[in-house]
């Protein structure tokens, strides 16, 4: 299951991956002809009444991945940090996944306070988490945290599946990070940013779409409800918007 979904990673070429919150987002998606979907951490955070990345969605990642892991498309979870910086319950974490028949985990070194996980930890939960026949993407939260240096991260998780640098908008930049290492790239589509075709053509193996599709829901279901009264509604909210809403990390 995994070489399937590594085989949908092609520069040039890049897998659009649709993030879903629920079952029926999953569902719809699924029966749209995605060949692939993720979670996305902020939605199922937010359907659960949780912080975003601070490791407090862990059981209600994994009832996620049980319930939409018969739609008949491989899936993704987004595992945050792993739910732990100890990497034995990494490793167990995935196992527990990859006995479901989940293709792929997300790991990030990003942490709630607004700094990276150190290299060398990272390196070993990115270690527990391989071996278990899942496709290990390692996310650097550099651009995101505007913090660290992308490439020394980029090359020091060198022995995952494929690399994901989210907040890369900069397609000179993109096509540098594409060139520095091996591994696929993915990164994360910004509809302010470089369109699918000028991502393709600077070598990204994976586009994903993240909280986007959750945040457009929201905006949708509130434009139905204000048309009715004849209101416009506002924008679209962003990550920040909808993770202020929702509780502290405990």
Partial sequence: ???????????????????????????????????????TSLGVSAVHGK?????????????????????????????????????????????ALASLGVAGVNLEDGRPDGTLRPIELHQRIIEAAKGHGVFVNARTDTQ?????????????????????????????????????????????????GPTLAQLAEAGVARVSTGSLLYRASLHGA???????????APPAPTYAEIAAMLPEPR
Avoid: C
């Fill in 1 to 39: 299951m995994s070489t399937r979904f590594r085989d949908l990673h092609r520069p040039g070429d890049p897998l659009l991956l649709p993030n879903a919150w629920d079952y029926g987002s999953a569902a719809v998606l699924a029966a749209h002809g995605f060949p692939a979907i993720g979670t």
């Fill in 51 to 95: 912080p975003d990345a601070a490791g407090a969605t862990k059981a209600e990642t994994i009832e996620l991945a049980e319930l939409i892991k018969d739609l008949g498309v491989l899936v993704t979870v987004d595992i945050e940090g792993g739910f732990s910086d100890d990497p034995a319950q990494v490793s167990d974490l995935v196992a």
């Fill in 144 to 192: 995101w945290l505007k913090t660290g240096d992308t490439r020394e991260r980029v090359n020091a998780y060198g022995h995952a599946d494929g690399i994901f640098v989210p907040g890369l908008r900069d397609l000179g930049e993109i096509a540098e990070v594409v060139a520095s290492t091996p591994l696929p790239l993915n990164v994360l589509y910004l509809p302010d």
């Fill in 222 to 232: 509130l434009s139905s409800l204000l048309a009715v009264q004849g209101k416009a």
